[in-house]
């Protein structure tokens, strides 16, 4: 199985304040990541796929990048909306393994 | 719009069985692979299983031979029955479609399943 590793699990930050959220795959994945949004008590909510390809409706502020094992989403402007829980999920082997998770709070 | 509702969790001792089920509606579930994931409370997310539209299935190694998961496109639904529940089998559990990008862009609000 493929093992995907977030980095940090959590991390405090302000309104307005950039935030990198990494995540590092076992094996070489191919940009087969998606990202996900996870307010307290929701569902999940698909933000990004192919490692960088914004979804529908998500503000341009989140972005995605990496390559190979190593990927990262970035909130350009942390907006009081923005703090959740966010999940990396690589999808390009079965089984479809996620990441532990990096829960965004506010300082 | 799209909306996928699961039902049929709840309490169970353990060695138990539960059916959950999942009912779609607003996308085309007959050309939908779909996909179950669980998440114990305050934990990470755990994908469990997946069936394709050629009733392929898929199983993560926790729960292979213990849950099997079914879907009839007459009703739109999916399902996952599970036996010889344990206690870390406990957590929510999704229903999820994956998109034609591959990854999950829809889910249910999950359904509750506690083994004690």
């Known amino acids: 199985d493929i093992q995907m590793t977030q980095s940090p699990s959590a991390l405090s930050a302000s309104v307005g304040d950039r935030v990198t959220i990494t995540c590092r795959a076992s094996?070489?994945?191919?940009?087969?990541l998606a990202w996900y949004q996870q307010q307290a008590g929701k569902a999940p909510k698909l933000l990004l796929s192919g490692a960088s390809r914004l979804e529908s409706g998500v503000p341009s502020r989140f972005s995605g990048s990496g390559s190979g094992t190593d990927y990262s989403l970035t909130i350009s402007s942390l907006q009081p909306e923005d703090f959740a829980t966010y999940h990396c999920q690589q999808y390009y082997h079965t089984p479809r393994t996620f990441g532990q998770g990096t829960k965004v709070e506010i300082k | 719009d799209v909306q996928l509702v699961e039902s049929g969790g709840g309490l169970v001792q353990p060695g138990g069985s539960l059916r959950l089920s999942c009912a779609a509606s607003?996308?085309?579930?007959?050309?939908?692979?779909m996909h179950w994931v669980r998440q114990v409370l305050g934990k990470g997310l755990q994908w469990i299983s997946g069936i394709g539209t050629g009733d392929d299935t898929y199983y993560a190694v926790a729960v292979k031979g213990r849950f099997t998961v079914s879907r009839e496109n007459a009703k739109h639904s999916l399902y996952l029955q599970m036996n010889s529940l344990r206690a870390e089998d406990t957590g929510v559990y999704y229903c999820a479609r994956e998109g034609a990008n591959w990854a999950f862009d829809h889910w249910g609000q999950g359904t509750l399943v506690i083994v004690s």
């Open positions: 607003g996308l085309t579930f007959t050309t939908s692979d």
């Open positions: 094996q070489g994945i191919s940009g087969s």
